[in-house]
């Protein structure tokens, strides 16, 4: 089981990855709408979840800006960051920022789950 937090700006797409990935027996820790959120929520917690789940498109802050703000103040820096979209331009970019795990859009959350549980 990983403790898992979960970035993403539509609400359905929140609550389908906590109910799937519940169901395989992970934990979410939280969620927020936008990377600004989540910087400000990830930092109070008490300790950093196994696996942040990275959307790209979103407002106030994209996946790439969010993740360049969560590598520079070491947020997370033990989490696994598994970065998600739909377009496969950014995976070169993310890809140099650190993140090895990438999901292309669309995809099962039976695929995410079994993603999730080999990190």
């Known amino acids: 089981?990983?403790?898992?937090y979960i970035i993403d700006d539509e609400e359905t797409i929140q609550y389908l990855y906590?109910?799937?990935l519940a169901l395989e027996g992970h934990k979410i820790v939280g969620t927020a709408p936008n990377g600004l959120e989540a910087i400000n929520d990830i930092e109070k917690l008490k300790k950093?979840?196994?696996v942040i789940i990275?959307?790209?498109?979103?407002p106030l802050k994209t996946g790439l800006e969010t993740l360049r703000?969560?590598?520079?103040?070491?947020?997370?820096?033990?989490?696994?960051i598994l970065f998600i979209t739909a377009d496969p331009t950014v995976r070169e970019e993310a890809g140099k920022l650190?993140?090895?795990?990438f999901i292309q859009k669309p995809f099962s959350i039976l695929k995410l789950a079994k993603m999730i549980s080999k990190l």
Do not use: F, Q
Request: no cysteine; charged share 35%; aromatic share 4%.
């Open 1 to 4: 089981m990983a403790t898992v």
């Open 18 to 20: 906590k109910e799937g």
């Open 48 to 50: 950093y979840p196994d």
């Open 54 to 58: 990275l959307d790209h498109r979103m």
């Open 69 to 80: 703000e969560i590598k520079d103040h070491k947020i997370g820096s033990k989490s696994k």
């Open 98 to 101: 650190g993140v090895t795990h």
